[in-house]
Structure formats: C-alpha cells, structure tokens
C-alpha cells in the first residue's frame, strides 16, 4: 500500500513540478491528463506509455497506449487503441480502433478505420478509410472514401474517389464524380466514372462519360462516348458517338455516329456509321457507308455500302431497294 501511494505522490509532484515547464523528454508516463508526467507542453524523444490519455507536443519514438495524441508531428510507431496526430504522422499507426494524423507518410492501420487529409504511404481499415489525397495502397473491409485525387490501388466492397484516379480500383462497387477523369484500371461488380482512359472490368455494368479504352460488362456497358471497345454480355450503349468496337450477346446502339465494328446476337443500332454491323437478327443504320450483315439489315438516307441477308433495304430519299440475299447502294 506503501509503495502504491508513493507511486502516486511522485506521479501527481511530477505534474505540478513540470506544468509550468516544457521542453524535450525521453519518457511520458500518462494515466489522464493531467495526471501524467511530465505534462501536455512537453515533446517525447523515446518512449510514451498511457494507461488511458496521453498528450504531447511532438513525439519521435514508440507510443504504447489506449489513446494518444501528437498535437504536431509524430514519427515513429505507434501501437493502441485510437492514436491521434494532428498535423503528420511520418511512421506507423497501428490501432485497434482508429487512427487520424493529419497527413500519413508510412502506414496507418485501423480495426475499425483511418481517417487523413493525405495519404503517401499504405492504409488498411477494417471497415474503411476515409482520406483527401492518396498516393499509395488503400485497403477497406467495407470500403474507401477519398475527397481528392488518388494515385494507388484501392481495394474494398465499396470504392469512391471525387476527384481524378491513376491507378487501380477493385471493389463491389467502383464511383468517381461525374467529372472525374480515370486513367487506369476499374474492376466490380459496378463501375462509374466521368472520363475513364483505361480498362473497366463489371461483373453487371459498366459506366463512363467519354469512353477512350476498353469496357467489359456482365450484363451492359453505357458511355456517352466511345473511344475504343465495348464488350457487354447484354448490350452497350454508346449516347453520342462511338469510335472501335461494339461487342455484345443481345444488342449494341450508337444514338450518333459509329465509325468500326458493331457485333451483336441480336441488333445492332445505329444513327449513322462507317464500317460495319454484324449481327444474328437486326442491323438499323439510319445513314452512312458500309457493310451491313444479318438476317434483316435497313439503312435509311445517304447510304453507300452493301448488305448482305434474308431482307436487306435501303431508302435514300424515297424507295430504292428492298431485296433478298445481296442489295448495294454506290
């Protein structure tokens, strides 16, 4: 009982000799502020023990406790429940519960989740991160939230960035904003971008502004431009033009103009192209030159090409042809 309140006595004349003081100390020892030793003014060069709160100015060197916090900047590692550093963690933040540092240059690991203004460096969340830049590898049970730009690999069931991406996205569910521009690679179960130059891989659907690479969907893909290949189980959708290849078990449409290839199990549709259209029923081009092949092909104004079906009609300006097997238009 002795020793406890001697234990006791010299923590609590720590605290009154050292809160009128500040400066550098090599060991924090904290039960709650202020009952801790020395106090909150002070920066730590070694070692940081809290049985509950501790706080310090800086810190360099090893944290152990339930919850900390670096009002400035820590470096070093970390090892807790929740471990707080306001303006740069440079190091490693290891938490059961939660980590927050203002700007992470190393790694940062919650049970629960990590939230920072920047990130270059690694972030692992049980459930998710929440970040505003990341340069690096994000990693969420559930998912990741970043308000900036990402330059990294995100990894989660759900995936959102509001500003640009360079990198990789996989998840259950891939988002940018509207506007965004993705260059790099989206694979899930649903993708969403603005501009998307790269690769997008969706389990159901894939879905982009302007369209500059390669699209596969499970069931569809949807872009208002295409500049490069669309491959969907189902259909694609191209809103204003396409540009490459149109690959599809049910249909592909172009509301615009199509400049390459259309395949589709069932139609293919089109306001105007230049190439061809292939398909096991119905190819639509409402003018342009080309190849028409399927079961039933129809062009209507301004049409030079040839098809080739069951019936094949053209109209330019009035009736022109509607004839079996072969019909042509020069």
Known sequence: MKVKRSALTLLFACVAASAIQG???PVM???VPPLQAPSYGYDVAGLRLSAFFGGCQRFTGLDVGLCQRTEKIFVGIAAGGVNLADEAMCGAQICGLCGWA??????????LGNLSDNVLGIQIGGLGNFSGDVLGIQTGGFGNYVEGDVSAIQVGCFNYVDGDVCGMQMGLCNCGRARSENRGVMIGGINYTGDMYGLQVGALVSKSDDMYAVQFGGMGNWANKL????AGGLGNLACTEGHGIQIAGLCNIVSGEMRGIQVGGLANIVGSFYGAQICGLLNFAGGGRGVQIGLINIAYIGVQGVQIGLLNCMFNGGWRACVPIVNAWF
Do not use: K, N
């Open 23 to 25: 400066g550098t100390t």
């Open 102 to 111: 203002g700007a992470v240059r190393g790694l940062q690991v919650g049970g």
């Open 29 to 31: 020892v904290s039960l």
């Open 227 to 230: 500049w490069g290949m669309q």
